[in-house]
T-cell receptor
Framework: GESVGLHLPTLSVQEGDNSIINCAYSNSASDYFIWYKQESGKGPQFIIDIRSNMDKRQGQRVTVLLNKTVKHLSLQIAATQPGDSAVYFCAENWNSGNTPLVFGKGTRLSVIA | GAVVSQHPSRVICKSGTSVKIECRSLDFQATTMFWYRQFPKKSLMLMATSNEGSKATYEQGVEKDKFLINHASLTLSTLTVTSAHPEDSSFYIC???????????????FGNGTRLTVT
């Protein structure tokens, strides 16, 4: 289940089950979205991205869904593995050019073996 | 491809001293690099945009005299935390885009971060 509090929200999932991590993004003008995975003590690693002209994009074991109406992004991980345990961040951008990403709050995924 | 390397990975310094963190793009040239800071159990917050050959652009609330950024070459940006205090203890992460896709709709590639502890 999911818990939200003063710390990062945590999603606990049984190994082999599917995970769904949600993100509410901030700017209705955003047209590029990206999911990162961050393991303890490391920098964020790119997982998958999506542009605003799409509402779904699939990768290997991962799917990103975009709902612009409610400014919502989700990351689905199929057949979750212990190695998927990490903090997941969504990020968005709305500016042209080589501009920075704005990160969401993050969700800790804990996989129970 | 598009590897970003940071050094050191960890540093402990005494209050009042300065610390330099290096960020290198290993297999591409980066005219722009972005420095983020991350406090424990928090998200990444943009500190500044580092521009090769010109002054860095700082986000609101980030003191440019405290966090000195130098982007002296197309593969190296440095962040110097001057007169460090315990509240500067944080995880500092740099990032850059592959220039072949350097538009806003492409991912940033991140270094592995530098854990700064000020005692």
């Amino acid at each position: 289940g999911e818990s939200v509090g003063l710390h990062l929200p945590t999603l606990s999932v049984q190994e082999g089950d599917n995970s769904i991590i949600n993100c509410a993004y901030s700017n209705s003008a955003s047209d590029y979205f990206i999911w990162y995975k961050q393991e303890s003590g490391k920098g964020p690693q790119f997982i998958i991205d999506i542009r605003s002209n799409m509402d779904k994009r699939q990768g290997q074991r991962v799917t990103v869904l975009l709902n612009k109406t409610v400014k919502h992004l989700s990351l689905q991980i199929a057949a979750t593995q212990p190695g998927d345990s990490a903090v997941y961040f969504c990020a968005e951008n709305w500016n042209s050019g080589n501009t920075p990403l704005v990160f969401g709050k993050g969700t800790r995924l804990s996989v129970i073996a | 491809g598009a590897v970003v390397s940071q050094h050191p990975s960890r540093v402990i310094c005494k209050s009042g001293t300065s610390v330099k963190i290096e960020c290198r793009s290993l297999d591409f040239q980066a005219t722009t690099m972005f420095w983020y800071r991350q406090f424990p159990k928090k998200s990444l917050m943009l500190m500044a945009t580092s521009n090769e050959g010109s002054k860095a652009t700082y986000e609101q609330g980030v003191e440019k005299d405290k966090f000195l950024i130098n982007h002296a070459s197309l593969t190296l940006s440095t962040l110097t935390v001057t007169s460090a205090h315990p509240e500067d203890s944080s995880f500092y992460i740099c990032s850059a885009r592959d220039p072949s896709t350097a538009s806003y709709n492409s991912p940033l590639h991140f270094g592995n971060g530098t854990r700064l502890t000020v005692t």
